[in-house]
Every structure is written in C-alpha cells, then in structure tokens.
C-alpha cells in the first residue's frame, strides 16, 4: 500500500521558517519525480517546487530563492525548507510522487499570520 504522509505544517509569523516532510512507503522512491503543491482556500491548486529523480529542481516563481525542496532517496523522505515566510503562503501543502501513476498525500497545513 502507498503512503505518502506530510508533517511540519503549523502556524508561523511572517518572516519566519517552517521544514514540511513526507515520508514515502509503497513505492520505490528513486524512481519518483516528488513535488509539493499547495492549494489556498479561493485559488486553483499549485505546484511550488518539483525534484527529479536525478535531484534537478525547479520553483514556482513566487517562492524562488525563499523555499528549497530537496530529497533523501535513502530513507525516502523529501522535504520542503521555507524561509521568509509571507502570508499569501497560507495554503494545505501536498506531497506528490509521480513516475508510472501519481499519488498525493493528505496535505498539512501551513498559515503564516501574525
């Protein structure tokens, strides 16, 4: 059975940082191309970071130079560090893994608010 279950969300004050994980099971992780996406109460859902399998990135522009994804194929876990944190990052994040089908994880969420 797939998991993909995420942690790290919480309430943080503008400026401030937050790690999101997820944790993968079920699959064979170094096969996965592994993203976060983020879905805000009124918007479209969007991706804000992908990773290769090979460990190429890319970053939705609005989060470029503040947010770095990166994984441990090892474990396998991958994770999001986001600094500077503002308030239009208040969103559920999700973890996805895609390589032959594509899974999602439940989300976490994350409210940056003073």
């Known amino acids: 059975q797939v998991q993909l279950v995420e942690s790290g969300g919480g309430l943080v004050q503008p400026g401030g940082s937050l790690r999101l994980s997820c944790v993968a099971s079920g699959i064979n992780f170094r096969l996965y191309t592994m993203s976060w996406y983020r879905h805000a109460p009124g918007k479209q859902r969007e991706l804000v970071a992908r990773?290769?399998?090979?460990?190429?990135?890319n970053y939705a522009d609005n989060v470029k130079g503040r947010f770095t994804i990166f994984r441990d194929n090892i474990n396998p876990m991958m994770y999001l560090q986001m600094n500077s944190l503002r308030p239009e990052d208040t969103a559920v994040y999700f973890c996805?893994?895609?390589?032959?089908?594509?899974?999602w994880g439940q989300g976490t969420q994350v409210t940056v608010s003073s």
């Open positions: 996805n893994a895609n390589w032959d089908v594509e899974y």
């Open positions: 990773i290769s399998s090979f460990g190429s990135t």
